[in-house]
């Protein structure tokens, strides 16, 4: 199984301090299934994927949000 997207999906939930838990329960799935993702034992479906790229977004634009308002202070 090709593990560079699982690869990326832990990079991306590590810059983000995120927990395999936090992952699993904002895109309604297992926090095995996100485990096997990362270590390729398995491949997200093309919908868990959007979610992921969705709660990605989600939080990028938080974030981003949050630096606005401490640059404006």
Known sequence: MNTN???RIKNLR???HLSQEYVAEQIGVSRQS???WESGVSRPSTGNLICLAELSMFLW???R???QII???
């Open 34 to 36: 996100v485990s096997k």
């Open 65 to 67: 949000k949050k630096h």
């Open 14 to 16: 590590n810059e983000r």
């Open 5 to 7: 997207l699982g690869n």
């Open 71 to 73: 640059a404006a202070t």
């Open 61 to 63: 634009m938080r974030l």
